[in-house]
């Protein structure tokens, strides 16, 4: 198949061509070529091409264009399985990527041409309170700490395992990563790295994602579960986008969901918050709203409780989410179930109800061992001061 393409391939690029001349016409379709008569004999071959895929798929509005590109696009897959790609990120960034031991690579601008979704994202967390510009942000006694560890795609595991490593050892109390893929090829140097912030007392949030998929059997990554085991990270918050009842519900409708991977839900529609330009904001909607939202409320109750560690963090987050009174709408289905069917605790987080827990904490330590609880299912929800 892939010889036959490669042999048509430069035939039906040259007939393209004269099609193109003799219609005048840079871009056509099968209805175009019914009345067509080519004398060229590439001109000819590239009409019954087109002519028969238009046939066999009942549609004639497929044009030139698009078969084109898809004849590339299987070109270019054919020759990558035999060839590797070409090493731009250790040209550009000089970073040899298999060596982990490789970590001073890079460069200074952290904008990027994409600095949109970081600059809400901090915002949501941090923006200066009560000074009548824009919004204010979840926590008043913070400092952000720029990692420019994602492209505009898909991260490295490389980069997210030393982006957590460059936070926490730069002093970093919490780790928001807005962020997610669906594999992971070196998940265990992205695990050493959870551990490690685990054992500095580091509490990592993390987006569930936006594909509206049960992360209980997606993959999803990064994520909490260690490679090759059952166990769980202590200091690990996943976190679902929630919204309003009276503008999409209490779920979002994109949000993954999990009953025993998403942790909590936190406000994910159309957050307003900083947008780059000075002085300028504007709306966006995601789980990547959603984490610091969750972020931030661990910062303002490390803020007045210092001494609570990352798992009673977890524990005071989970525990103080509040069940809403109603049923919700599942992100994949549309049916109507609980909260607590699609999450570990069925709650959406509650400063307020935070604060008072994270108080008893305080005082009498832990309740239950690494951070772990029941189901909120059936608790009463809360009026106050809910963010």
């Known amino acids: 198949e892939v010889f036959f393409l490669k042999q048509m391939y430069p035939a039906f690029k040259t007939g393209d061509s004269v099609i193109m001349l003799d219609l005048k016409k840079p871009t056509y379709n099968g209805n175009d070529l019914k009345e067509y ?15 028969g895929i238009s046939k066999a798929n009942d549609n004639y509005e497929i044009n030139n264009d698009q078969l084109l590109g898809e004849l590339e696009g299987q070109l270019r897959k054919a020759e990558a399985a035999d060839k590797a790609p070409k090493d731009y990120r250790g040209e550009i960034v ?22 949109f979704h970081g600059t809400h994202v901090a915002g949501i967390i941090g923006a200066v309170r009560n000074n009548g510009k824009g919004i204010n942000g979840i926590a ?23 982006a957590i490593r460059y936070a926490v050892d730069n002093g970093a109390k919490i780790i928001n990563m807005s962020f997610g893929k669906g594999f992971s090829p070196e998940k ?6 959870v551990q490690y912030a685990a054992d500095k007392g580091v509490l990592l949030v993390h987006a569930a994602g936006n594909d509206a998929s049960n992360v209980d059997t997606t993959d999803n990554f990064p994520n909490p579960v260690f490679y090759g085991s059952k166990e769980k990270a202590t200091n690990w918050l996943t976190v679902g986008a929630s919204g309003d009842p009276k503008n999409g519900g209490i779920v979002a409708s994109f949000s993954n969901y999990g009953k025993s991977e998403v942790d909590v839900f936190a406000p994910g529609h159309q957050i307003y918050s900083t947008i780059p330009g000075g002085n300028t904001y504007g709306d966006a909607s995601g789980t990547s709203m959603a984490a610091p939202v969750t972020a931030g409320v661990a910062a303002f109750l490390l803020a007045y409780y210092p001494t609570l560690t990352a798992p009673q963090l977890k524990y005071v987050i989970e525990t103080s989410a509040v069940a809403p009174k109603i049923k919700v709408t599942s992100p994949r289905s549309g049916t109507s179930i609980f909260l607590s069917d699609i999450s570990k605790t069925g709650g959406v987080i509650n400063a307020y109800e935070a604060a008072k827990l994270a108080a008893q904490v305080t005082a009498k330590g832990l309740p239950q061992a690494k951070g772990e609880q029941s189901s909120n299912k059936g608790k009463k929800a809360s009026a106050k001061k809910s963010f």
């Open 188 to 193: 265990t140097w992205v695990d050493e790295a």
């Open 94 to 115: 000089k970073d040899n990527y298999e060596d982990f031991n490789d970590r001073f690579y890079g460069n200074n601008d952290v904008m990027a041409n994409t600095p």
């Open 140 to 162: 008043d006694n913070v400092k952000i700490m720029a990692i420019r560890a994602v492209p505009d795609g898909d991260e490295h595991d490389k980069d997210i395992a030393l």
């Open 37 to 51: 008569t080519p004398t060229n004999k590439d001109a000819i071959m590239a009409k019954n091409i087109i002519m």
